[in-house]
């Protein structure tokens, strides 16, 4: 006799409907009755059919063969499985647990295998424009560009030139684990390293400003849409002490809080002496409506996020190497106080990185 039990990793979903996501199968099941729960929590061992349908009978208070249909719904479904059978995945599923990283396993299947519906050219049936035009109509469309309103404003002066050194020399030397270099940065040098490093930024940015009404898919090739730059002046030539929002498409600094905030940075950035040391640190953001609407209902894209942060680190890292600086990346932080350092919200904009050069 063929024995069924709960699905071997499903998430229940609270809700009208009730939605069973099954996480190894990649698949969701809405279930129209939240009576639904009660039945999922009596099925604590493996059960028959005719045992499943008397408990659907009483759960839902119907006849035997209206439970039937019910609970032979569930099994085609997935809900409900053979109880000799184990998904091939299963011993990779107990790992993850034995490690306490199930809530990051319920990200991870819940991201994987999607269609890429909103990536230009992509092999799927929906047009991008579309999509992204119908977006747009319902939730409009966030900034383009964020702007501090202070008065105390660094409008960042000619950038200064680098040193020459060959690009190979520049790529090999960059380390993390070795003494600052014992420079004090410059604002001049501080323009450049901000404006070299932000020109893909503004380059896309502006141009899926420009182009976004006619054609809506331009918001998807905007990689960097979504990043924010605050500079932590430490020790920098020209630049009083505090935390600045720099503005991309205006090359210049925006105070948000002034003052010496080194063991502020190293409090919000799990207590690393390298974050609060140096001559400055670049902390990136990241807004989440901006990214949120250009890939809306993809949880993938949270991956996608944080790679793209990491990515447009690279950029910093380099500049600063170039001038002769040491580095110290790092996205280890209390997000609570790494977002109070710099004046947002959690939940609107967030702090995922930090760079510090000395």
Known sequence: MKMYRLNDFMRVRLGDPVICDLLLERKSVKVPDTRVL???GRVQRPMDELELAKVCAEVFDCDLAAAEKFSAKLIAAGVLQDADLEH???????????????DALVLH?????QNYCDVVDAADPHDPDDVLRERIGRHGIPTFWKQI???????????????ERDLGDVLLSRRTHIPWSGQTMNVAQL?????DANKPLVAMRRRAEEEYTARPSALLENAYADLETYVVAFDVDGVSPGIYHY???GHR???VRAGNLREDVRTAFTGQERAGSGSCALILSAVWERHMLRYEGDPRAYRTLLTLVGQFAQRYLIALTAFGFTTFPTPAHQPVLADDLIGTH??????????AAG
């Open 247 to 249: 503005d991309p498409a």
């Open 149 to 163: 309103e202070t008065d105390q404003v660094v409008i960042l002066p000619e950038p200064q030139a680098y040193p």
């Open 109 to 113: 299947c819940r991201s994987e295998g």
């Open 38 to 40: 009660s039945l999922l």
């Open 191 to 195: 323009s450049r390293i901000l404006i």
């Open 346 to 355: 959690r939940f609107e904009e967030s702090s995922l990185y930090l760079v």
């Open 88 to 102: 091939e995945l299963m011993p990779e599923v107990r790992e993850w647990k034995r490690y306490g990283w199930l």
């Open 253 to 255: 600094l925006s105070l």
